[in-house]
C-alpha cells in the first residue's frame, strides 16, 4: 500500500509539470490553431536561460527566474512576428513542418551557446524532502509541482477574467466575429506565443532543476503529446487532468510493471493510454468535437 | 449628410468580378437597404465596409474619413458594428459575456491597466455592466436568458444576442446581413420592431440585407439593388419596386413587387 501511494504521490507531482508544460501547447492552440511542435525546445531554452542568469551571472533566483519568463517571452514574440505571421492562412502542414523546423534550429543554437554538456542547476528550493506521514517527497518534485500548479492557476485567471484573456477567447472562438468586437486578432496570436512560451519555459526549469539541462531535454516534450491529446488542444482544464492522467500511469506502470518485464512499460503507457482513449473519444477528454486531428 | 460614402468599389477574386463600380452613400441616421439575387455581392459589400475584404479599386469614406486601408478591428473601434448571416457568436460563453465582449473596444484600462489599477478597472466593469443591464439586455427583452451559454438558445434568440452585442459597441452605422432571414413570422415581427426602435432611440444609421421583400418595403428608408455585383437601381420602396430594371432582374414580372 506504501509503495502504490508513494507511486501514486510521484504520479501526481509529475502531472502537475506535465499540465504546465501542456499548457505551453494548448495557449498557442486555443487562439492560432498551430500545434507549436517545437514547445519542447521553449522548455530547453527556458532551462539554459535560467542556467546562464544562475550560475553564469551568479544572479540570485528570483531576478534569474524573472529573467527567463522576460527572455521566453521574447521568444515567442519573435518566433510569431518574424516566421508565423507570414505562414498565416498556408496549410496547417507546412505550419507544422515550421515549427518542427524550428525546434532543430533552437535545438542547434543551443550547442553552440551552451555546448552540449550536461549542466546541473544550483539548488532552486530548500533541499529537505517533504514528508506527509508516511510519504517521503523529493523536494526538486514537490516545489515543482507547486510552482508549476500556481503557473496554470495563474493563467487559467487570465483566461477567465482578465480582458485580455477574454479577448483572446473570443479570438479562439471565431476570429471575424472578434475583428468585429473591435479585438487585434494579431495581437492576440502574438500574446498566445508569448503565453506559450512561457508557460513552456517554466516547465523546462522546472524539469532542468530536476534533472539538468542539455540540448535535447525538449525531448520531454514528445511525452507532453499524450498528455495535450487527452485533454483536447483547446482546453486548460483537459490539460491539467491529462497531465494528472499521465503522470499516474507513468508512475503506477514504471513502479508495477517495469520489474516484471525488464523495464520500458513506463514510457509506453501513456501512449497506450492515449490510443484507448482516442479511440472512444476522437476529440480528446475534453476537446471541441471538430478539432482537426493531424 | 451622408456618415458612409462608398466610391467606384471594385473588387474580384482571381478572375470572378464580384463587385464593379459600386457607389453609394447613406444618410446620417437611415436605414438604408442592400437586395438582389443570391450571388449578387450584397454580403461581399458588408465584407469590405468591415475591413474583411480588400477591394481591388473604390474608396470607403465613414464620418469623412478614408478607412478603406485600415484593420478590420480599428473599423469596428471606430463605430461600424456588425451583425452576421451564419449567427457568429462566441459559442459556449453566457449571453452576458457575448454582450459585454461587445463593448470591449470602448473599456479604457489594457492588460497592464487591468493587473495593477485594479479599482478603475473594477469601476469600469462596473459601469459598462450597468449600461448593457439597463439599455440593451432589457431594451432587447433578453432578461431572462442572460446566464445561459448562447448555444442553448433558440435560433431567433441567437440573432438577437448578437444584435444586442452589436449595440454594446456604441456603433454609429449598424450592418446587419439577413437579421430576420430563417426567423418565424412572430421572431421577424419582433426583430422589426427592435431595428425600428434601436434607429429611432439611438440615432443609428442601419445598414442591412435581407431578402424578406415585405420586411425590406415597410422598413427601409432607401433601396441599392445589385445584380451581378453591379448597381442596377437605388431609391424610396416606391421607386424601386417601379423600376424597370429591378422588375427583370430580381422581382420577376410580378407587377405588386412582391416575390
Known amino acids: ?294 | 449628410m451622408a456618415i458612409l460614402e462608398v466610391n467606384n468599389l471594385h473588387l474580384s477574386f482571381g478572375g470572378l468580378q464580384v463587385l464593379q463600380d459600386v457607389s453609394f452613400s447613406v444618410n446620417s441616421g437611415e436605414i438604408y437597404a442592400i437586395i438582389g439575387p443570391n450571388g449578387a455581392g450584397k454580403t461581399s459589400i458588408l465584407n469590405c465596409l468591415g475591413g474583411f475584404y480588400q477591394q481591388q479599386k473604390g474608396e470607403i469614406l465613414f464620418d469623412q474619413t478614408n478607412i478603406s486601408h485600415i484593420s478590420p478591428d480599428r473599423r469596428a473601434a471606430s463605430g461600424l458594428a456588425r451583425t452576421f448571416q451564419n449567427i457568429a457568436l462566441f459559442r459556449g460563453m453566457t449571453v452576458l459575456d457575448n454582450i459585454k465582449l461587445g463593448s470591449h473596444a470602448h473599456l479604457q484600462t489594457g492588460l497592464l491597466g487591468a493587473a495593477f489599477y485594479w479599482g478603475r478597472a473594477h469601476r469600469e466593469e462596473m459601469e459598462l455592466r450597468q449600461e448593457i443591464e439597463n439599455s440593451i439586455i432589457d431594451f432587447l427583452e433578453i432578461e431572462h436568458i442572460r446566464k445561459q451559454s448562447v448555444s442553448t438558445l433558440s435560433y431567433g434568440l441567437q440573432k438577437r444576442v448578437e444584435l444586442a452585442r452589436a449595440l454594446a459597441m456604441h456603433p454609429k452605422i449598424l450592418l446587419m446581413d439577413e437579421p430576420v432571414a430563417g426567423m418565424n413570422a412572430e421572431e421577424t415581427e419582433d426583430m422589426v420592431r427592435f431595428i425600428l426602435d434601436i434607429q429611432e432611440e439611438r440615432d443609428l444609421t442601419i445598414i442591412l440585407i435581407e431578402h424578406d421583400m415585405r420586411m425590406i418595403m415597410d422598413i427601409s428608408d432607401r433601396i441599392m439593388v445589385l445584380n451581378f455585383g453591379q448597381k442596377i437601381a437605388e431609391g424610396t420602396p416606391q421607386e424601386v419596386q417601379r423600376h424597370p430594371e429591378v422588375l427583370k432582374a430580381y422581382l420577376g414580372t410580378d407587377k405588386r413587387g412582391q416575390k
Open chain 1, 1 to 294: 500500500m506504501d509503495f502504490f501511494l508513494l507511486l501514486l504521490t510521484s504520479g501526481i507531482a509529475v502531472g502537475g509539470i506535465y499540465a504546465l508544460i501542456a499548457l505551453g501547447f494548448v495557449l498557442i492552440y486555443k487562439a492560432t490553431s498551430i500545434i507549436n511542435f517545437a514547445t519542447g525546445e521553449f522548455m530547453m531554452i527556458g532551462a539554459y536561460i535560467f542556467y546562464t542568469g544562475s550560475v553564469l551571472f551568479g544572479l540570485p533566483a528570483i531576478p534569474s527566474f524573472l529573467i527567463v519568463m522576460a527572455g521566453a517571452g521574447l521568444l515567442g514574440l519573435l518566433v510569431e512576428r518574424t516566421i508565423l505571421r507570414h505562414m498565416l492562412g498556408q496549410p496547417t502542414i507546412s505550419i507544422v513542418m515550421v515549427t518542427i523546423g524550428l525546434s532543430s534550429i533552437l535545438m542547434g543554437l543551443a550547442e553552440m551557446i551552451w555546448s552540449s554538456d550536461y549542466k546541473s542547476f544550483p539548488a532552486l528550493f530548500p533541499r529537505a524532502p517533504i514528508v506527509v506521514g508516511d510519504l517521503i517527497i523529493r523536494s526538486n518534485l514537490f516545489w515543482g509541482f507547486v510552482v508549476a500548479m500556481v503557473t496554470v492557476a495563474i493563467f487559467a485567471l487570465i483566461f477567465k477574467y482578465a480582458k485580455v484573456g477574454v479577448a483572446m477567447r473570443a479570438t479562439a472562438n471565431d476570429q471575424m466575429a472578434a475583428f468585429s468586437m473591435g479585438i487585434n486578432v494579431r495581437s492576440m496570436f502574438t500574446l498566445a506565443w508569448i503565453f506559450g512560451s512561457i508557460a513552456a519555459s517554466i516547465g523546462g526549469l522546472i524539469i532542468g532543476n530536476i534533472g539538468g539541462v542539455q540540448p535535447n531535454l525538449g525531448g520531454i516534450g514528445l511525452k507532453i503529446f499524450p498528455v495535450v491529446i487527452l485533454g483536447g488542444l483547446d482546453s486548460i482544464g483537459g490539460a491539467v487532468l491529462g497531465g494528472f492522467i499521465v503522470g499516474i500511469v507513468e508512475n503506477l506502470a514504471g513502479g508495477y510493471l517495469d520489474p516484471l518485464v525488464g523495464g520500458g512499460v513506463k514510457n509506453v503507457a501513456p501512449f497506450v493510454i492515449l490510443v484507448l482513449i482516442l479511440m472512444v473519444r476522437p476529440y480528446g477528454l475534453f476537446g471541441r468535437k471538430e478539432i482537426e486531428r493531424l
